[in-house]
């Protein structure tokens, strides 16, 4: 819309003319084509008396495309003529008819959403008649119309604070009073969403525009601020106005905004006000105290820096007054909205979650050592505080002096703590229970859930000490029964306190309430459950107390009976309360039973003949998918190889330097006591009738090339056991036909009875063992494989396997039972 193009007929070339915006275009193609032929492309027809319905019935429902090309038609000038002229002929004729229809087009107008169409037609030389349009609104009574005009032009004064030279800027101000009127007053129950956002976003550009130009202007602030010194009112609301637009421009902006201001010594400008606030009010009801207060709050919520860093700063008198002003306007006043916009302001003030350690000190001084939580609790302490004689701001002051303790709490450690117990302040927040007013009555409950939430076992000890429970479950009960039936605020605050016990586990609250008020939880645990689980928790803290973990892995014993006596283990435990019978523990036995019986013949026949065919083969080493023995022998104790351990008929005896660990390891891996004393006397052995030569100890995992250290050992080495003062490791022991090992070992102890290879065992009992003397070659599953010379000079190694493929191939079944160590094949030197 801002090129005209034509074909010159002489030279058959096109020719095209750009203009900056469509106004332009549209007046030269007029002056080009003339006023016949721009009337012919016109899509709505001129405004007059005759054309009325047909404009009105086209402008009331426009489709999206078409609402830029109808603001275009709409925005020239001579649309706007005629619509002003057919408007004064409908006044002089009073044709209702007409005035409705031009009420109806001058809706439809605004409601094409275009932003100079709207700025246009709110221009100064047409909105007095454009807003006299908009009076006649079809769809209300004559009655109940507003005079538009008479309200802009009487009611409406423009009073100018500081002094605009811009003559824009101030035209920007004008023109954002009339976009505010037409979307609040004119036209607000007939805007659609896309025309309710355009006149938005215009608002918004505007006082972004004005606020810029204050801003960059140091002469307007510096003239604003000697004016609000001076104590003009209108000066001081202006301020207050401008903060508040400043909540809608971007926070750079925003931010450099207060900060200038604060350069101008805003607060210092402010105490007077608030200083007078007193005798003030109490004669005007829009006092400029209150209009402080707002001012201090924007600015706090914005950055509280600057107002924290002006209330703290030392030596500064009036940071003092205004901090004391602030206190008082807490305490007591005419208005409930302004004390909670300065109790607000106070948490902000008090808020050093942000603060570097030396600026948090400086704040935290001027609350506690400087005397101003003193004169905040001063209602609290009046020891004649009647609260039926008191009004109900000064109600309120106290619920919020209480909201205010409980943010020192939850924000200030140990230095709210301190003051807390030193002066007593939940003891004069607790006489606040006794209220008739239930709004009282919650603030020092609220006050209790921020001590107790603090974690603190100072505070807790504190509650205990002082009782504090006893007027709160009080002030509970009497809030349960008839007629309140427990429907209030009292009875969910409460119960949030003790859930919150009972979740932290809090055992110093948890005992003091279950021991104290036992009886009222008792009587109302049934309706609410909270009681019932903390009283739960009470009960399972006593039983963790009887029964420490760390001494009852499985919890506290149970009584023995003669069935249970039979069938559980020494040294196992149950759960405290377990009131169950031992059939499951008998029938996980007797699967073990079933299991052990049907491992027990495969791996005999399996044992034997893996030996028989390792001694044939001459030193070979045992097979590679039976060497079980290492991780296996690790399990109960043994490290490695060349520490020996028991197996079946053989035996490996430790080196002499380990044979303590060793020994201990095997020994100590059981806890069957039952199995200890049962395969004791058969494993009785005399140790001068079978010395155990330090050689065949040496000889277990080492190289058969070592005699001289074998033959030093020999004549000092002694019984591992008998040295230790332990039951002989040795049983049966017969001298071997080479004179090395013994052909017939068997190891002693409770290890002894499951690692017999031979003989039968089911967890832990063994059947018929042999004679004390009867030979190795006797015992059938059990075989000395003896190295030759040959193998002693080649230098192999000597390996202690397992032969019993049965074990092997079960271990990863049965990794859950007892370790089942099956027979070794050892290697001596010839």
């Known amino acids: 819309q801002t090129i005209i193009v034509w074909e010159d007929a002489e030279t058959q070339k096109d020719w ?13 193609w007029e002056a080009i084509c003339g006023e016949g032929a721009a009337d012919e492309k016109r899509m709505l027809p001129l405004p007059s008396l005759a054309s009325l319905p047909d404009l009105s019935r086209k402008l009331s429902c426009v489709p999206p495309n078409l609402r830029e090309v109808l603001a275009g038609e709409c925005i020239s000038a001579k649309f706007l003529n005629g619509l002003r002229e057919t408007f004064q002929t409908a006044e002089d004729v009073c044709s209702e008819e007409a005035l409705t229809a031009i009420w109806q087009i001058t809706k439809g107008i605004f409601l094409l959403s275009n932003q100079k169409l709207t700025e246009r037609y709110l221009q100064q030389d047409v909105y007095e008649e454009i807003f006299g349009m908009l009076e006649h609104d079809g769809g209300l009574p004559a009655s109940k119309r507003i005079p538009h005009r008479q309200v802009l032009r009487g009611q409406v004064q423009f009073k100018q604070v500081l002094t605009f030279e811009d003559a824009e800027t101030l035209e920007r101000i004008h023109l954002n009073y009339r976009l505010q009127y037409l979307k609040d007053i004119a036209l607000p129950r007939l805007l659609d969403d896309a025309a309710f ?18 801003q960059a202007s140091s002469s307007l602030l510096e003239q604003l601020f000697n004016q ?4 003009d009112r209108q000066s001081l609301h202006f301020l207050q106005d401008v903060c508040r637009l400043a909540k809608q421009i971007a926070p750079s902006e925003r931010q450099a905004l207060h900060e200038k201001m604060s350069a101008q010594h805003m607060f210092s400008v402010l105490v007077p006000f608030l200083a007078e606030e007193g005798a003030e009010s109490a004669a005007d009801p829009e006092s400029l105290g209150h209009a402080c207060v707002e001012i201090l709050l924007l600015s706090t919520q914005n950055d509280p820096t600057h107002l924290r860093r002006f209330l703290t700063a030392e030596n500064t008198a009036e940071g003092r007054l205004l901090m004391n002003a602030l206190v008082s306007v807490v305490h007591g006043g005419d208005d409930q909205g302004v004390q909670g916009q300065a109790a607000e302001l106070l948490k902000a003030v008090m808020d050093i979650t942000a603060l570097e350690a030396r600026d948090r000190d400086a704040c935290l001084d001027t609350f506690y050592d400087n005397g101003v939580l003193d004169g905040l609790m001063a209602p609290l302490r009046c020891e004649a505080l009647s609260k039926q004689s008191l009004g109900p701001c000064a109600l309120f002051g106290l619920q919020l002096i209480c909201e205010l303790l409980a943010f020192a709490v939850s924000h200030h450690g140990f230095r709210a703590r301190v003051y807390m117990i030193r002066h007593g302040a939940m003891q004069h927040a607790v006489r606040l229970l006794g209220a008739p007013h239930r709004f009282l009555q919650l603030a020092p409950v609220r006050l209790l859930y921020a001590i107790v939430s603090s974690k603190d076992d100072a505070y807790h ?8 429970f006893a007027p709160v479950l009080r002030a509970f009960e009497q809030s349960v029964r008839p007629p309140a039936l427990g429907g209030n605020l009292i009875v969910s605050a409460t119960l949030q306190v003790l859930e919150l016990i009972r979740v932290e586990n809090i055992k110093v609250l948890v005992d003091h309430i279950c021991r104290k008020h036992e009886a009222l939880l008792q009587e109302h645990s049934a309706k609410y459950r909270t009681l019932q689980l903390l009283l739960l928790k009470h009960q399972q803290n006593l039983e963790y107390e009887a029964f420490p973990p760390e001494q009852h892995a499985s919890g506290g014993p149970i009584a023995s009976n003669s069935r249970g006596s039979g069938s559980m283990r020494p040294g196992r435990t149950r759960s405290p309360g377990r009131d169950d019978s031992d059939d499951d523990e008998a029938y996980f036995e007797s699967l073990e ?59 490996l005896s430790p080196a002499p330097g380990v044979v303590g660990n060793s020994l201990q390891g095997l020994l100590g891996s059981y806890e069957d006591d039952d199995e200890k004393d049962e395969a004791a ?24 090339d070592q005699p001289s250290q074998a033959a030093t050992a020999e004549s000092t080495g002694e019984l591992a056991a008998v040295a230790a003062g332990l039951p002989s490791p040795l049983r049966n022991v017969t001298p071997s036909p080479t004179g090395g090992l013994p052909s017939s070992a068997t190891a002693s102890g409770p290890e002894a009875a499951d690692n017999v290879v031979g003989s039968d065992t089911v967890d832990g009992e063994r059947s018929a063992s042999p004679p004390a003397g009867t030979p190795t070659e006797a015992h059938p599953a059990a075989a000395v494989r003896t190295a030759t010379a040959s193998d002693a000079e080649a230098g192999d190694t000597c390996h202690d ?28 030197p010839a």
């Open 681 to 704: 006397p058969g494993h009785a052995t005399d140790s001068a009738a079978a010395p155990v030569s330090a050689a065949a100890e040496e000889s277990v995992g080492c190289t058969a």
């Open 593 to 651: 039973d079933d299991d052990d019986e049907e491992d027990a013949g495969p791996q005999r026949s399996s044992n034997a003949t893996g030996q028989t065919g390792e001694s044939a083969s001459n030193g070979g080493v045992a097979d590679s998918s039976q060497e079980l023995s290492a991780p296996a022998l690790a399990g109960n104790g043994v490290e490695n190889n060349s520490e020996g351990a028991a197996a079946g008929d053989g035996v």
């Open 228 to 231: 609000i010194r001076q104590k």
């Open 197 to 214: 956002v355009s006149l938005t976003q215009m608002i918004h550009m505007n006082l972004t525009t004005i606020i810029e130009h204050l």
């Open 16 to 28: 095209a003319l750009s203009f900056q915006d469509a106004e332009g275009t549209a007046e030269i």
């Open 461 to 468: 000890r504190y509650l205990v000490k002082c009782a504090f």
């Open 801 to 828: 396997g397992l032969v019993a493929g049965t074990a092997s191939e079960k271990a990863p079944n049965h990794a859950s039972k007892r370790l089942k160590t099956s027979a070794s094949a050892i290697e001596t």
